[in-house]
């Protein structure tokens, strides 16, 4: 059975032999992935004007519009500190990436091509929020979602339209599902009340669900911190998969009452676990995450992706800490149900 079919079983509960995988290398050895990647090549147009302010930050500009600040030598991309879209009147005249032109995507074809049997995800943009958000700055987005809401709507469709053009991209290469980012909490709770994102932001959910789900593909969403709130809303909605770096700040327990529904693509928590560098604890959590997320404590197997966590530097996390994740995961991974 091929890692693409395994997948497709594992997303629609349709008795895989394994749970899915997507490890990146360990030590110069492959490990177990299921997929294929790509997302729109570089605008050639685009200079990101990379330079230092006065204090030292390094200012780069992105194809939004957005002008970020870091401090050199760190691995994320900082801050915006100049948006686009300063005004609502510099809304009339903003004008998009060019993420909905085909040619942006001819080498997703030849991946496509030279991978058949891998499940492929396709890269957009947001569904609307992960863009949206820094056209204003965050602070002033979120600012602006209490004083005025159909502007923000109105912004969000924007995005939205052009994210739908880079799903029928996916959909007519050939691609497996769509894969985006969109951070929706704190440590603690949502970014906006669970009542503000039913009545903002819901609709562009659903649109891009039900849109992508009409061209044959599959949605997966990452979203970091706390979003209990939202889940049962994004399940409802028909959300495929759901991509958590920490699943136990809403517990195994609670993500296992969808079972059936949706599926869940996680490392173990890369906070409350991986960080504690106990060998038997990590090895632990994973078999729990099998049993519970995977479905063998239901009998409903399917629904979990196991993987890694690509940025081991930033967390302070040695490789072998994920690599006792993945030895678990391999371990205790196998349904006896499946064919393959």
Request: net charge negative; glycine share 10%.
């Amino acid at each position: 059975m091929t890692s693409r079919e395994i997948i497709r079983r594992v997303v629609e509960f349709d008795a895989p032999p394994r749970i899915g995988f997507a490890f990146s290398g360990y030590e110069g050895q492959a490990r177990l992935c299921d997929f294929a990647g790509c997302g729109p090549a570089p605008d050639p147009g685009h200079d990101r004007n990379v330079h230092l302010d006065d204090a030292g930050g390094e200012l780069s500009a992105d194809e939004w519009g957005c002008v970020w600040r870091r401090l050199p030598g760190v691995t994320t991309a900082g801050e915006v500190a100049d948006p686009p879209i300063k005004t609502w009147n510099d809304l009339e005249t903003y004008k998009l990436p060019t993420y909905d032109d085909p040619k942006r995507y001819e080498h997703c074809a030849q991946i496509r091509e030279a991978h058949p049997d891998l499940y492929m995800l396709g890269d957009i943009a947001a569904c609307s929020f992960n863009a949206a958000r820094y056209l204003r700055k965050l602070e002033q987005y979120l600012l602006d979602c209490a004083a005025e809401p159909e502007m923000v709507r109105r912004l969000n469709r924007k995005v939205s339209d052009l994210v739908l053009r880079q799903v029928d991209i996916y959909a007519d290469l050939g691609a497996d599902g769509v894969f985006f980012c969109e951070d929706w909490g704190t440590q603690e709770r949502l970014l906006v009340s669970p009542r503000m994102w039913a009545d903002i932001f819901r609709p562009d959910f659903e649109r891009l669900i039900s849109h992508a789900h009409s061209r044959g593909l599959t949605v997966w969403m990452h979203s970091c911190g706390y979003v209990k709130d939202i889940i049962p809303d994004l399940v409802d909605l028909g959300m495929d998969v759901l991509q958590f770096d920490q699943p136990d700040l809403h517990s195994l327990d609670f993500l296992a009452e969808f079972a059936g529904r949706v599926t869940y693509y996680c490392p173990v928590d890369i906070q409350k676990t991986l960080q504690t560098g106990d060998e038997a604890i990590i090895r632990a959590k994973a078999e729990e995450m099998v049993e519970k997320l995977g479905g063998k404590r239901s009998g409903r197997f399917g629904g979990f992706v196991a993987k890694d966590y690509g940025d081991e530097k930033s967390i302070g996390a040695p490789p072998i800490w994920q690599q006792w994740a993945y030895e678990a995961f391999v371990g205790s991974g196998q349904y006896s149900s499946g064919d393959g």
